[in-house]
Nanobody, 125 residues
Framework: QVQLVGSGGGLVQAGGSLRLSCAASGSPPSNFFMGWFRQPPGKEREFVASITGSGRTMTYSDAVKGRFTIFRDDASNTVYLQMDSLKAEDTAVYYC??????????????????WGQGTQVTVSS
Protein backbone atom coordinates (compact mmCIF):
# COMPACT_ATOMS: atom_id res chain seq x y z
CA GLN A 1 0.00 0.00 0.00
CA VAL A 2 1.36 3.38 -1.03
CA GLN A 3 0.85 6.40 1.19
CA LEU A 4 1.37 9.94 0.00
CA VAL A 5 1.79 13.01 2.21
CA GLY A 6 1.63 16.36 0.50
CA SER A 7 2.76 19.65 1.98
CA GLY A 8 3.92 23.15 1.13
CA GLY A 9 0.77 25.05 0.30
CA GLY A 10 0.04 28.55 1.52
CA LEU A 11 -0.90 32.09 0.65
CA VAL A 12 1.19 34.00 -1.88
CA GLN A 13 0.80 37.12 -3.97
CA ALA A 14 0.42 36.91 -7.72
CA GLY A 15 3.81 36.57 -9.37
CA GLY A 16 5.24 34.74 -6.38
CA SER A 17 6.45 31.18 -5.93
CA LEU A 18 5.67 28.12 -3.85
CA ARG A 19 7.09 24.62 -3.73
CA LEU A 20 4.89 21.63 -2.94
CA SER A 21 6.30 18.34 -1.67
CA CYS A 22 4.89 14.84 -1.78
CA ALA A 23 6.56 12.15 0.29
CA ALA A 24 5.72 8.58 -0.67
CA SER A 25 5.96 5.68 1.75
CA GLY A 26 5.08 2.01 1.49
CA SER A 27 7.76 1.32 -1.12
CA PRO A 28 6.07 2.51 -4.31
CA PRO A 29 7.38 0.63 -7.35
CA SER A 30 10.10 2.42 -9.24
CA ASN A 31 7.95 2.52 -12.39
CA PHE A 32 5.13 4.48 -10.76
CA PHE A 33 4.01 7.73 -12.29
CA MET A 34 3.73 10.51 -9.72
CA GLY A 35 2.20 13.90 -10.11
CA TRP A 36 -0.19 16.60 -9.03
CA PHE A 37 -3.81 17.41 -9.61
CA ARG A 38 -5.68 20.45 -8.39
CA GLN A 39 -9.28 21.32 -7.60
CA PRO A 40 -10.25 24.98 -7.89
CA PRO A 41 -13.28 26.15 -5.88
CA GLY A 42 -16.48 24.80 -7.39
CA LYS A 43 -14.68 22.87 -10.13
CA GLU A 44 -13.60 19.32 -10.81
CA ARG A 45 -10.15 17.98 -9.97
CA GLU A 46 -7.80 18.47 -12.92
CA PHE A 47 -4.39 17.26 -14.00
CA VAL A 48 -1.45 19.62 -13.37
CA ALA A 49 1.82 17.74 -13.88
CA SER A 50 3.35 14.27 -13.80
CA ILE A 51 6.73 12.59 -13.91
CA THR A 52 7.62 9.06 -14.92
CA GLY A 53 9.28 6.57 -12.63
CA SER A 54 12.60 7.08 -14.38
CA GLY A 55 12.31 10.84 -13.93
CA ARG A 56 13.06 11.34 -17.61
CA THR A 57 9.66 12.47 -18.84
CA MET A 58 7.59 15.30 -17.39
CA THR A 59 4.15 16.31 -18.59
CA TYR A 60 2.31 19.53 -17.83
CA SER A 61 -1.13 20.93 -18.43
CA ASP A 62 -1.26 23.86 -20.82
CA ALA A 63 -2.34 26.10 -17.95
CA VAL A 64 0.93 25.65 -16.04
CA LYS A 65 3.49 24.78 -18.71
CA GLY A 66 6.44 27.11 -18.54
CA ARG A 67 5.65 28.22 -14.99
CA PHE A 68 5.61 24.97 -12.98
CA THR A 69 8.37 22.36 -12.73
CA ILE A 70 7.98 18.83 -11.41
CA PHE A 71 10.96 16.81 -10.25
CA ARG A 72 11.66 13.87 -7.98
CA ASP A 73 14.25 12.78 -5.47
CA ASP A 74 14.31 8.99 -5.48
CA ALA A 75 16.58 8.80 -2.47
CA SER A 76 13.82 10.23 -0.31
CA ASN A 77 10.84 9.05 -2.43
CA THR A 78 9.72 12.66 -2.72
CA VAL A 79 8.21 14.51 -5.65
CA TYR A 80 8.23 18.28 -5.80
CA LEU A 81 6.20 20.84 -7.70
CA GLN A 82 7.96 24.17 -8.05
CA MET A 83 5.36 26.80 -8.88
CA ASP A 84 6.59 30.14 -10.22
CA SER A 85 4.83 33.19 -11.65
CA LEU A 86 1.70 32.20 -9.78
CA LYS A 87 -1.63 33.60 -10.90
CA ALA A 88 -4.94 34.04 -9.10
CA GLU A 89 -6.37 31.25 -11.25
CA ASP A 90 -3.84 28.83 -9.73
CA THR A 91 -5.79 29.03 -6.47
CA ALA A 92 -6.92 25.50 -5.65
CA VAL A 93 -6.44 22.53 -3.38
CA TYR A 94 -3.48 20.60 -4.76
CA TYR A 95 -3.39 16.80 -4.49
CA CYS A 96 -0.39 14.55 -4.88
CA UNK A 97 -1.11 11.43 -6.95
CA UNK A 98 0.55 8.15 -7.87
CA UNK A 99 -0.42 5.45 -10.33
CA UNK A 100 1.22 2.46 -11.95
CA UNK A 101 -0.54 2.77 -15.31
CA UNK A 102 -0.10 6.27 -16.67
CA UNK A 103 -0.66 9.92 -15.81
CA UNK A 104 -0.98 12.64 -18.39
CA UNK A 105 -3.09 15.50 -19.72
CA UNK A 106 -5.97 13.13 -20.54
CA UNK A 107 -5.91 11.38 -17.17
CA UNK A 108 -8.99 12.00 -15.06
CA UNK A 109 -9.08 11.95 -11.28
CA UNK A 110 -11.23 8.80 -11.36
CA UNK A 111 -8.34 6.85 -12.90
CA UNK A 112 -5.86 7.60 -10.13
CA UNK A 113 -5.32 4.89 -7.52
CA UNK A 114 -3.33 6.68 -4.83
CA TRP A 115 -3.93 10.15 -3.44
CA GLY A 116 -2.32 12.32 -0.83
CA GLN A 117 -4.29 14.69 1.31
CA GLY A 118 -4.83 18.07 -0.32
CA THR A 119 -2.85 21.19 0.39
CA GLN A 120 -4.37 24.62 -0.16
CA VAL A 121 -2.69 27.11 -2.46
CA THR A 122 -4.15 30.61 -2.47
CA VAL A 123 -2.84 33.28 -4.83
CA SER A 124 -3.96 36.82 -4.11
CA SER A 125 -4.19 39.27 -6.99
Amino acid sequence: QVQLVGSGGGLVQAGGSLRLSCAASGSPPSNFFMGWFRQPPGKEREFVASITGSGRTMTYSDAVKGRFTIFRDDASNTVYLQMDSLKAEDTAVYYCAADGSSMGRATTAKEIVYWGQGTQVTVSS
